[in-house]
């Protein structure tokens, strides 16, 4: 469509495409099991940019990842899917009434996410779990009186 805007036409000859001038890049992701994955595909005509162009490295897609919470009498229970991640590349923290999720920098996969909770729990309760990217924490409810 592009080459089409430009020129007019779908096809340039041989001689076009060698005058310069034209070029066609793109970059196309992959996720799956191996992890996400970005390409860079291109051709470039003569150009006036330098021919090693200073390229700075793009950040990570952060993603938010799904939640459930369950709450009974005694605890809060947190289930998350954060596949491609362990427990030790996560950090985990409870302030007031909000649970914190995100990734240290040393994870292949960015994670981050802020759930208010409905409910005072124990910040220093927080136990956590996490097998096959099912991460599932556990926290102490408190009373709503303080203690």
Known sequence: ETLESVSGR????HTEWKGGGMGISGRFRTRGILGDKE???GTMGKTTRRSTPKRTAEPP???????????????VTIVADVPGVSLEELELK??????????KGTALRSYRKELP???????????????????????????????
């Open 39 to 41: 390409y860079h595909v």
């Open 94 to 103: 409870v302030e007031k009434r909000v649970f914190f999720l995100a990734t």
């Open 61 to 75: 897609d952060v993603t938010e990842p799904p939640m459930d919470v369950f709450y009974d009498e005694n605890q």
């Open 10 to 13: 779908e096809v340039l000859s």
């Open 117 to 147: 909770l409905d409910v005072k729990v124990a910040p220093e309760s927080l136990k956590a779990t996490c097998n096959n990217g099912a991460l599932e924490i556990r926290l102490q409810r408190l009373n709503e009186k303080g203690g």
